[in-house]
Structure formats: C-alpha cells, structure tokens
C-alpha cells in the first residue's frame, strides 16, 4: 500500500537553529509531493509543493524542499528557524495516476524555543 | 474568498446516533474532499467530488458513512449508528479545477466529534 513516513514525530530546535524534516513516500511511480503546515489554532495550509522540473522547490517563509527521486525522499529544510515556526508539518504525496487520493504523513510537531 | 467553512466545529454524540456534517467550500472550487484526522496522525482521504460527482471512496469509508454533493456547492458527510471509533477530526478541503497538476488543497477548520 502506498504510504508516507515521516521520520521525526516531535523535533525542537533554538531560534537560528537549521532545519531539516525527513519525509520517505512509497510508490514507484510519477507523484505530486506537497508540505502542508498547521499553526496552532490555525487551518492546514500549504507551504510548498513539487510536481516537475527543478527538485529543490522554494515556499513561502524560507522554506525549501528537495525530491530525489532515487531516495523516494522530499525533506524539507529551513537555514534558521524563528519561533513563530512553532508548528505541525505534514508531507503529503499525490500519485500522478489520475486519481485524486492524497496521502498524508503523521506529522512533525516543531517547538522553536525563543 | 471567504475560505472552506465546516459546521459543527464540535460535535458530541451517543453511540449508536446520527450524525451529518457540513462543508462549503471556495466558491469557486469544483473539487471537494472529505478526510479523517486522529490523534497523532495526518489526515487520512474519505472521498473526493468533482462537481457533484463522487469519484473516489477510500475503504476506510464504511458502509455506515455517505457524502453527498448535490449541486456541487456544499458537501454534507453523515455518520450513521456512530460508534467510539468514529470520534475524530473531520476535515474537508478544496481545490479549483487542475491546471495540467494536482493543486494545492485549501482545508476547512474541521469538526471535532467526539462519541460517547
């Protein structure tokens, strides 16, 4: 069955501190990779996504996330965290079958101490 | 744009009740998704409406659980002869028509339900 690990479930880091959350996926195939973030009392929201082309793909607030493809990996990184990336991560695959089903990891819980 | 509303946020039930859930979505967004969300874990996929059709079921969609999109605006998700088992988040989002790529999903702040 397809599925999406995610290797770290709590990870907290100091302010400046890099980042770097591991995400494996299962499938063989052509997919569509998302990171997802939710903010405490906030909505999910996406951060990123990669669906072709250049494998280290940038997001919103610094963040960036790099496919390879051979590692069936898409981590995401961040050089310096602040606090107000005290958050849930979740990474998310899309088969690219055509079908719509998207796949979510368990989460990372982030605290950035201040 | 108003974002993906969900009513109830919060639902307390007795085993062995109904249950029914209401999603709006963007507007204009023609796709909708119902997930499940657990303690600890990411949201798992229910089902998935393009318009008003339904598309795609997951398994996890048992026999007692139906959606319905009637006019491809809203979406309603029912629990039938709730059991201790369904207490969850139940989260719905929604993406405009593809564009050549899957697009990104915008979710809902959920409904929390909780079985007694």
């Known amino acids: 069955a397809q599925s999406v690990s995610q290797h770290n479930h709590h990870v907290i880091l100091s302010e400046a501190a890099s980042l770097e959350l591991g995400c494996n996926y299962s499938y063989g195939g052509t997919v569509n990779l998302f990171w997802y973030v939710q903010y405490p009392g906030q909505h999910l929201q996406l951060l990123l996504k990669?669906?072709?082309?250049?494998?280290l793909v940038k997001g919103i607030k610094g963040f960036e996330a790099e496919f390879i493809k051979s590692k069936f990996s898409f981590n995401l990184r961040k050089p310096s965290v602040q606090w107000s990336d005290t958050a849930e991560y979740f990474c998310?695959?899309?088969?690219?079958?055509?079908?719509?089903?998207?796949?979510f990891g368990a989460g990372t819980r982030l605290f950035v101490k201040a | 744009d108003t974002g993906v509303s969900q009513d109830p946020r919060h639902k307390i039930t007795k085993r062995g009740q109904n249950v029914t859930f209401r999603c709006d979505p963007i507007?204009?967004?023609?796709?909708l998704y119902w997930y499940r969300q657990t303690l600890g874990q990411g949201p798992e996929f229910l089902t998935y409406?393009?318009?008003?059709?339904?598309?795609?079921k997951s398994r996890l969609l048992s026999d007692r659980f139906s959606a319905e999109r009637p006019k491809g605006s809203f979406s309603t998700l029912e629990i039938q002869r709730t059991e201790q088992g369904d207490s969850a988040m139940y989260l719905c989002a929604s993406s405009p028509a593809a564009s050549g790529s899957a697009p990104e999903q915008y979710f809902g702040p959920g409904t929390r339900l909780t079985v007694t």
């Open positions: 409406f393009q318009n008003e059709a339904q598309l795609e």
């Open positions: 507007s204009e967004h023609n796709r």
């Open positions: 990669y669906f072709s082309g250049d494998p």
């Open positions: 998310a695959v899309n088969p690219n079958t055509g079908g719509f089903k998207t796949i």
